[in-house]
């Protein structure tokens, strides 16, 4: 029987992450990956790195900014090492508010991002239209944050698959069924074509992850529907990355990527026009121009967020099956994260430990 130092269930960003970042350490992987599935949620996502304007609670941002951080080296590294430019893209984000009561919840957000430490400014009407002209004519300010930013979630993805592939990472086109343990320790996995011999074994596949047989706790992890289309980006407007209560418009390339709608819909990642009509509102109110004429539809698509009851994902060591880990639960913001939970998993299989603090993300938190 083939035996691995470590399996990477699912070949989305995050497992791709954690493959690659073990390779990196010398370790054998095999990535199983059968897709990726069309519900997926890496290749859905739109790419934001957006610790500040979707600031969660402070655990989470304070992670996420360490996050952020890592993604102008890693995208040169990945470059260098790949020849796959990952679009790392960092103009700031601004999150535009359309009344008095929005703009004072945004100033004072502004504020005690500054006390954190964090770059973090207020702009008024004028100096918004200022800087990106033809951005809602009616919006009263705006939070800006400059260090902020997004890169392409499928570039990331395939990028971190190709430089793991690199450094010696197997791709097994299958799902894994099972995860096997013994005495209390993880000892392989199961797929169509027999069992691997696996020292560790890393759960990375998103909203599937609860449906892999043997694990040793239910893992709360369920899908959230995100709707996204893109259209041309409107010719003579500056290209820039606005947000107003969860809805955006993204520059990519030549197209505006808009997003997007947060649904529990079980595991249906169709496109309704009810989403549609959602995100097409939102985002025309933050960029008129979308409306004129010339800007075409390109495309709409959905995937599946992968949530937790907190909304922080699931990182670490199972607390009873030694070697088993988990990279799950990434939610909103798993691109932003990709890059530190590879670190952190790597680090954990190879050093027994993290600089990272992850006590708020273990997986036996949501038990009673
Ligand atoms: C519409 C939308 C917009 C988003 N926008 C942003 C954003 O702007 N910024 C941001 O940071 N995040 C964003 N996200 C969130 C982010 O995309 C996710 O948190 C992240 O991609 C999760 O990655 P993952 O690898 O855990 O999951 P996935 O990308 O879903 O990958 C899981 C993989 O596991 C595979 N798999 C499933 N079952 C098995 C099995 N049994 N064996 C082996 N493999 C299996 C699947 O085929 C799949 O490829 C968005 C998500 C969506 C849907």
């Given at each position: ?114 006390q954190a430490g964090l770059r973090c400014d207020w702009l008024e009407a004028d100096e918004v239209h200022e800087r990106w002209p033809g951005a809602a004519p009616d919006c009263a300010g705006a939070l800006f944050a400059p260090e902020d930013g997004a890169l392409d979630p499928q570039a990331l993805t395939r990028a971190c698959l190709a430089d793991a592939r690199r450094l010696g990472s197997t791709l097994r086109a299958e799902a894994v069924t099972a995860v096997e343990t013994a005495d209390g ?184």
């Amino acid at each position: 029987m083939k035996s691995v130092d470590l399996v990477v269930i699912g070949g989305g960003a995050v497992g791709a992450a954690c493959a690659r970042a073990a390779a990196l350490r010398g370790l054998e992987v095999a990535i199983f990956e059968p897709g990726p599935d069309p519900a997926a949620a890496s290749p859905a996502s739109a790419g934001m790195l957006a610790p500040q304007i979707e600031a969660g609670d402070d655990v989470l941002l304070a992670l996420s900014v360490r996050a952020r951080d890592m993604y102008e080296p890693l995208a040169l590294r990945l470059q260098e090492s790949t020849g796959i430019t990952i679009g790392f893209w960092r103009p700031g984000i601004a999150s535009l508010a359309f009344d008095e009561v929005e703009a004072q919840r945004l100033k004072d957000a502004a504020a005690q991002q500054r006390q954190a430490g964090l770059r973090c400014d207020w702009l008024e009407a004028d100096e918004v239209h200022e800087r990106w002209p033809g951005a809602a004519p009616d919006c009263a300010g705006a939070l800006f944050a400059p260090e902020d930013g997004a890169l392409d979630p499928q570039a990331l993805t395939r990028a971190c698959l190709a430089d793991a592939r690199r450094l010696g990472s197997t791709l097994r086109a299958e799902a894994v069924t099972a995860v096997e343990t013994a005495d209390g320790f993880v000892t392989g996995v199961v797929s169509a074509s027999g069992k691997t011999a696996s020292e560790h074994v890393v759960l990375a596949a998103g909203v599937w992850s609860p449906r892999v047989s043997g694990l040793p706790r239910p893992l709360l992890v369920e899908p959230v529907r995100g709707q996204m289309a893109a259209t041309t980006w409107p010719a003579t407007t500056p290209r820039a990355i606005l947000y107003h209560d969860h809805g955006y418009v993204l520059a990519r390339a030549a197209d505006a990527v808009l997003g997007s709608t947060m649904e529990r819909a079980g595991f249906d990642c169709r496109v309704t026009n009810d989403g549609l009509a959602q995100i097409f509102r939102g985002a025309v109110r933050l960029l008129p121009a979308l409306a004129s004429q010339g800007v075409a539809v390109q495309r709409m698509w959905a995937g599946l967020r992968p949530v937790t009851p907190d909304g922080r994902p699931i990182i670490g060591p199972d607390p009873e099956i030694a070697r088993l880990w988990y990279a799950a639960g990434h939610g909103r913001n798993g691109i932003l994260l990709t890059a530190l939970t590879g670190e952190v998993i790597a680090d954990l299989i190879t050093r027994g430990e993290t600089d990272v603090g992850i006590e708020p993300l273990r997986a036996d938190r949501f038990q009673p």
